[in-house]
């Protein structure tokens, strides 16, 4: 049996009839360029992550940049992410000019330790420690980090933290969502994220209204009133096509998100307690969205390439950290710095895990990856 890692096609059928009316009436009142329904996502989506206000934008990559832009971040200045993360949490820090301080993960989670951050503020000396602009956690794969302690350290430090919830939307921390937490938050509607678009697509959510108002002056050229620039912004504006579809498909992203869940939970039980490969681990302090399952098997090249052959879906999110990517060189990591991130980035391998996944599909794919995984030493 073959099962792709994912099947959009299958995903958009059901609501095909409400997205091409969607279109169909952009087209019609021809506001391509911030019409009604690119105000009307932002409503939705603002509310939907408890965040207050929410400025569409033309990617998740953007909504990063645009944030640290908001925040001042400037040539020198410094940023700490994760480094197993995927590539433009660190690239829309170097883009301005600033540094990004790589900090490790936990093991368990995939996600930035809050003791690795403290450790790194502690090394940098004060001159340096002054300049750090901004936080970065990624709630990879689905699953919102450790937000307390984060938070905690941005207080005593008085460091604004930036979320990277691109894959986390909807996910909660002790009630909370993903996005409403840090100064602001960053939303992804990537294809292959849980709220998808036709292309690419973008919102940056706050609680702060100044926040917002500076963040949706950026998106459009730093441009206010028209034409008069107080400073320089960038062309980063969500297209109202991708709001109408993206309004079409909100209302289903619940149903999406248990789907996914209960796909995982499935996938807990026909595991079970396999030897020599790890599940995700939750943390117990909230709703894991599941933009990705992903395992941990020691022979995960071959594993991998077994899977292609066999026609099951697998990809590597990721197979190089970002302290070890060749255009971050010059900044001088190197290997052994950041072990748990670089025995993730050996070990991992996400299988499929989209909504519509079927029960006899994920038997698939667990046989499969049964099979060809190594048993433990
Ligand atoms: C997808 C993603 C982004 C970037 O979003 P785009 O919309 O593809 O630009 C940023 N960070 C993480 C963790 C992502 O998964």
């Not at 965040?51 to 410094?78: E, F, H, K």
């Not at 093991?107 to 602009?133: D, M, N, Q, Y």
């Amino acid at each position: 049996m073959k099962v792709p890692l994912l099947d959009l096609k299958t995903h958009i059928a059901p609501i095909r009839p409400a997205i091409d009316a969607a279109i169909a009436r952009v087209i019609d009142h021809g506001t391509f360029i911030l019409g009604p329904e690119v105000t009307e996502l932002e409503v939705a989506l603002a509310r939907y992550c408890q965040a207050g206000y929410a400025v569409g934008c033309a990617s998740g990559s953007d909504a990063i940049l645009l944030a640290l832009m908001a925040l001042g971040a400037g040539p020198g200045d410094r940023v700490i992410v994760p480094s197993f993360t995927f590539f433009s949490t660190a690239s829309c820090v170097t883009r301005l000019g600033a540094i990004p301080i790589f900090v490790d993960i936990d093991p368990g989670t995939f996600l930035i330790s809050p003791i690795a951050i403290e450790r790194a503020l502690e090394r940098l000396a004060a001159s340096e420690r002054a300049k750090v602009k901004a936080i970065i956690p990624v709630h990879l794969f689905g699953q919102c980090a450790d937000m307390d302690s984060i938070l905690e350290i941005s207080r005593d430090r008085n460091i604004p933290v930036v979320e990277d919830a691109a894959q986390a939307i909807g996910a909660t921390y002790r009630g909370r969502a993903a996005g409403s937490m840090g100064e602001i938050g960053c939303i992804s509607f990537f294809p292959s994220k849980n709220l998808g678009g036709f292309g690419d697509a973008g919102m940056v959510t706050t609680r702060d209204r100044g926040l917002s108002q500076r963040l949706s002056v950026l998106r459009a050229h730093g441009m206010q009133p028209k034409y008069y620039h107080g400073e320089v912004g960038i062309n980063s504006r969500l297209d109202t096509i991708q709001a109408a579809i993206l309004l079409a498909m909100l209302p289903h992203l619940d149903s999406w998100t248990e789907e996914r869940r209960a796909n995982a939970a499935r996938y807990r039980e026909l595991f079970g307690a396999a030897r020599g490969l790890q599940l995700p681990v939750e943390t117990g302090f909230g709703r894991h969205v599941y933009n990705q399952f992903t395992i941990r098997v020691p022979n995960r090249d071959s594993v991998k390439t077994s899977l292609g052959l066999t026609g099951i879906g697998c990809e590597v999110y990721y197979p190089v950290p970002l302290h070890m990517q060749e255009c971050f060189a010059r900044l001088g990591y190197k290997e052994g710095d950041l072990p748990a991130s670089e025995a993730a980035a050996r070990e991992c391998l996400s299988i499929p895990i989209y909504p519509e996944l079927t029960a006899e599909q994920q038997g698939a794919v667990v046989d499969a990856v049964l099979r060809h995984s190594a048993p433990a030493s």
